[in-house]
């Protein structure tokens, strides 16, 4: 899959709230391209998780 598609599919897990799925297909979509816009949506529930979760949640 291209990064293209790994970042979709990511935010479709995102919607459907399955949070770890979707932090992993961005990690996907980082690793094929580091420009991607994965990094700004991986950013974004990273600090969510990290807001929600402190205590479970360790980036």
């Known amino acids: ?5 790994w ?3 990511g935010n479709e897990a995102r919607r459907a709230g399955q949070w770890h799925e979707a ?3 961005y990690i996907q ?6 420009d991607s816009p994965a990094v700004e949506a991986k950013q ?4 969510i998780m ?9 980036p």
């Open 7 to 9: 970042y979709q599919q």
């Open 29 to 34: 979509a980082i690793e094929l391209d580091p």
């Open 50 to 58: 990290s807001f929600y979760c402190k205590d479970i949640y360790n």
């Open 44 to 47: 974004m529930l990273d600090d």
């Open 23 to 25: 932090i992993n297909c």
């Open 1 to 5: 899959m291209s990064a293209e598609e």
